[in-house]
């Protein structure tokens, strides 16, 4: 089956500096690629995705880039802020999207 | 719209008993998928059910088994639960004609004592 990696698993920044959480995964087959908000105590949330045949997305402050060749992908968040402290999950999936494999999570810590 | 509600919030079993946990779609929703997510980890797909059946299932033995109901709702079954059963468990439902939205519920903490 799928296997997906996330790197790293906590993550310190400082308001205003950029964040970045990069994914790899195992099944070349997998051609939708989610990103989950969960903070804590709630549930994860869908913040941006991407699909196989794009290389990039863009949402405000939010990116994700997608190399399938390399089968990576990457979220990036710009100008941090307090409330963007959480956890992150990268996640993939395939075929009809019956089935999603997760990645293992990003505490992200902004400073203020 | 609620959105997806699940209850129990919270359950404490002994090992060896068995738990039932449910799951009631957001309005509009027929698919609901069920995931495991231990301490510091991601989810892990357990199953999918949509009209009634099991449709995919992840890694996880017989002992975990589920129901829908034709109101869309789920249960998610554990018999003869072990201490690494202890999880928050997640319910997420889609409409079955775009699986990619997936809305989660706020899940139901097990604790396996």
């Known amino acids: 089956g799928e296997n997906v990696e996330q790197h790293p698993s906590t993550l310190s920044v400082q308001e205003g500096d950029s964040a970045v959480i990069k994914c790899t995964y195992s099944?070349?087959?997998?051609?939708?690629f989610p990103w989950y908000k969960q903070e804590l105590g709630k549930r994860p949330q869908l913040i941006i995705d991407i699909r196989s045949n794009v290389g990039e997305k863009k949402d405000q402050r939010i990116a994700v880039t997608l190399n399938k060749t390399a089968k990576h992908f990457s979220l990036h968040i710009t100008e941090t802020q307090p409330e963007d402290s959480a956890v992150y999950f990268c996640?993939?999936?395939?075929?009809?999207?019956?089935?999603?494999?997760f990645g293992s999570g990003t505490k992200l810590n902004v400073k203020p | 719209d609620a959105g997806v509600t699940q209850s129990p919030t919270h359950l404490i079993k002994t090992r060896g008993q068995q738990v039932t946990l449910r799951c009631s779609p957001k309005s509009g929703h027929d698919t609901v998928s069920w995931y495991q997510q231990a301490l510091g980890q991601g989810p892990q797909f357990i199953f999918q059910y949509y009209e009634e059946e099991e449709r995919q299932r992840g890694n996880f033995p017989d002992r975990f088994s589920g129901h829908q109901f034709p109101n869309y709702s789920s249960e998610l079954n554990v018999n003869a639960l072990w201490l690494g059963d202890s999880a928050l468990y997640l319910c997420?439902?889609?409409?079955?004609?775009?699986?990619?939205?997936?809305?989660f519920g706020p899940g139901t903490r097990l604790t396996v004592t």
């Open positions: 996640a993939a999936s395939m075929g009809n999207f019956n089935k999603f494999y």
């Open positions: 997420a439902s889609s409409p079955r004609r775009n699986l990619r939205e997936q809305y």
């Open positions: 099944d070349s087959a997998s051609n939708y």
